[in-house]
C-alpha cells in the first residue's frame, strides 16, 4: 500500500506564498495520477489541482494563475506552490493519490490559514 503525509501549511498574510509537500511512502511504483484537494468546515472537499503520471496538469478556475501543481517522482513527493494567497483559500488541504490498480489513498491533511 502507500502512505500519503502532507506538510506546509501553516498561516500566511494575504498575497504571500506556501508550499505544500506530500511525500508518500509504501509502494510508491503503483502510483498513478495525484492532486491536492481543499476542504472547509460544512462544504465538501473540492479538487484544487491534479496531475497524471504524465505530469499533464489540471486546476480549478479558483486558482488557475497562482497555484502549480508538481511531482517529483524520485522523491516519491508532490507539491502544491501557492502563491497570491487570498483569505479565501484558507482550507485542510489533501493529497489523493490513485493506484494504477484503482484504488485511492489520501493522507491526513495539513491547515493552510491565510489572513486578511
Known amino acids: 500500500q502507500v502512505q500519503l503525509v502532507e506538510s506546509g501549511g501553516g498561516l500566511v498574510q494575504a498575497g504571500g506564498s506556501l508550499r505544500l509537500s506530500c511525500a508518500a511512502s509504501?509502494?510508491?511504483?503503483?502510483?498513478?495520477?495525484m492532486a491536492w484537494y481543499r476542504q472547509t468546515p460544512g462544504k465538501q472537499r473540492e479538487l484544487v489541482a491534479s496531475?497524471?503520471?504524465?505530469?499533464?496538469?489540471n486546476y480549478a478556475d479558483s486558482v488557475k494563475g497562482r497555484f502549480t501543481i508538481s511531482r517529483d517522482n524520485a522523491k516519491n513527493t508532490l507539491y502544491l506552490q501557492m502563491n497570491s494567497l487570498k483569505p479565501e483559500d484558507t482550507a485542510d488541504y489533501y493529497c489523493?493519490?490513485?493506484?494504477?490498480?484503482?484504488?485511492?489513498?489520501w493522507g491526513k491533511g495539513t491547515q493552510v490559514t491565510v489572513s486578511s
Open positions: 489523493k493519490a490513485v493506484l494504477r490498480v484503482g484504488i485511492t489513498v
Open positions: 509504501g509502494s510508491t511504483f503503483s502510483l498513478d495520477s
Open positions: 496531475i497524471t503520471s504524465g505530469v499533464k496538469t
